[in-house]
């Protein structure tokens, strides 16, 4: 009797170990499927790009790659074009961030005042959010086409004259409907960050700010936006990240012309691989972004939070 019930009391605890153990490691076993596709579907194509970025890498199975080392980097800090590209990267970012985050926000702080037709309002700013790039992309090509284009025509009409601006044709003007469409499609975003935000707001200390006398700016600077830090913090991360991987709208409505003049990092890279087949040279375009991408965003958390 002595032997079973020792038995006995092994297997429960056995069993109870084993449970625990279960415990602990199912945490785990759900994440597992998410972080195998995130190492061979994130890390592993970046571990190869940089890999790829050192190599004059040819792309018929079995020949070899030869290493080239820093050849394809200082090709491109000598490349014109890469320097035009970085400056139209970072003139996005400049023109597209700021009214995404400002209107955004005051997009979301209306809606939370109870406007009539919030909810109308609030799917209205949301839906180009959800559009495919593509489908807005060829509706505002439209729009500004030089000839045809609904945007010349409404010009005409208000001018009583023939307005033919060539948009997409023209640096400036090209660049300036890029970043029209970034802004519109991304307030949407926004908005819905600031909304939640706006909701758990704490409106005791606005309500004690403004029974002491506050002015409503005195409330915003000193209340709403400090408790506001740390989601403007991730808003603009994100929209700068964002910004650094702008390529859909440039590559179809301008293809980086006119004369290379609205390339985008991400679109000259495109062109390198996939028209001229420079596959390394596209690499370590690519690579650059990508550590620039990251420094700047470890950059702007961090002078942000000290500034909070």
Same mark, same amino acid.
């Given at each position: 009797?002595?032997?079973?019930?020792?038995?006995?009391?092994?297997?429960?605890?056995?069993?109870?170990?084993?449970?625990?153990?279960?415990?602990? /490691?199912?945490?785990?076993?759900?994440?597992?499927?998410?972080?195998?596709?995130?190492?061979?579907? =994130?890390?592993?194509?970046?571990?190869?790009?940089?890999?790829?970025?050192?190599?004059?890498?040819?792309? =018929?199975?079995?020949?070899?790659?030869?290493?080239?080392?820093? +050849?394809?980097?200082?090709?491109?800090?000598?490349?014109?074009?890469?320097?035009?590209?970085?400056?139209?990267? +970072?003139?996005?970012?400049i023109a597209t961030v700021p009214p995404q985050m400002?209107?955004?926000?005051? $997009?979301?702080?209306?809606?939370?005042?109870?406007?009539?037709?919030?909810?109308?309002?609030?799917?209205?700013?949301?839906?180009?959010?959800?559009?495919?790039?593509?489908?807005?992309?060829?509706?505002?090509?439209?729009?500004?086409?030089?000839?045809?284009?609904?945007?010349?025509?409404?010009?005409?009409?208000?001018?009583?004259?023939?307005?033919?601006?060539?948009? /997409?044709?023209?640096?400036?003007?090209?660049?300036?409907?890029?970043?029209?469409?970034?802004?519109?499609?991304?307030?949407?975003?926004?908005?819905?960050?600031?909304?939640?935000?706006?909701?758990?707001?704490?409106?005791?200390?606005?309500?004690?700010?403004?029974?002491?006398?506050?002015?409503?700016?005195?409330?915003?600077?000193?209340?709403? /936006?400090?408790?506001?830090?740390?989601?403007?913090?991730?808003?603009?991360?994100?929209?700068?990240?964002?910004? =650094?991987? $702008?390529?859909?709208?440039?590559?179809?409505?301008?293809?980086?012309?006119?004369?290379?003049?609205?390339?985008?990092?991400?679109?000259?890279?495109?062109?390198?691989?996939?028209?001229?087949?420079?596959?390394?040279? +596209? $690499?370590?375009? +690519?690579?650059?972004?990508?550590?620039?991408?990251?420094?700047?965003?470890?950059?702007?958390?961090?002078?942000?939070?000290?500034?909070?």
């Amino acid at each position: 009797m002595a032997v079973e019930e020792f038995n006995m009391q092994h297997t429960t605890l056995y069993r109870k170990k084993v449970s625990l153990n279960m415990r602990h /490691l199912f945490p785990y076993l759900i994440i597992l499927p998410g972080l195998i596709f995130y190492l061979l579907f =994130t890390v592993y194509p970046i571990y190869s790009q940089f890999q790829i970025s050192f190599l004059h890498w040819v792309v =018929t199975p079995g020949a070899v790659s030869p290493f080239v080392g820093l +050849a394809n980097y200082i090709q491109a800090f000598h490349d014109p074009v890469v320097l035009v590209a970085a400056r139209n990267t +970072a003139l996005y970012i400049i023109a597209t961030v700021p009214p995404q985050m400002i209107l955004g926000m005051i $997009a979301a702080y209306l809606l939370v005042t109870k406007i009539p037709g919030a909810a109308i309002w609030r799917a209205a700013i949301f839906l180009p959010v959800i559009t495919s790039w593509v489908v807005v992309s060829y509706l505002f090509s439209y729009l500004f086409n030089s000839q045809e284009g609904l945007v010349n025509g409404a010009l005409s009409v208000l001018l009583h004259k023939d307005i033919v601006i060539p948009w /997409l044709q023209d640096t400036w003007t090209a660049n300036g409907v890029i970043w029209l469409l970034a802004v519109w499609k991304g307030i949407g975003w926004s908005m819905v960050v600031f909304l939640a935000a706006f909701m758990n707001l704490p409106k005791d200390q606005i309500e004690s700010a403004r029974v002491d006398g506050a002015s409503s700016l005195r409330v915003w600077w000193h209340v709403i /936006l400090p408790s506001l830090r740390p989601v403007i913090t991730f808003v603009f991360v994100m929209l700068v990240i964002g910004g =650094t991987q $702008a390529f859909i709208s440039i590559f179809l409505m301008t293809q980086g012309g006119p004369a290379n003049s609205t390339q985008v990092m991400l679109t000259y890279s495109y062109q390198q691989a996939f028209v001229f087949f420079n596959f390394s040279y +596209a $690499a370590a375009i +690519a690579s650059i972004m990508a550590v620039l991408t990251f420094g700047l965003s470890v950059l702007f958390i961090r002078v942000l939070r000290e500034r909070g």
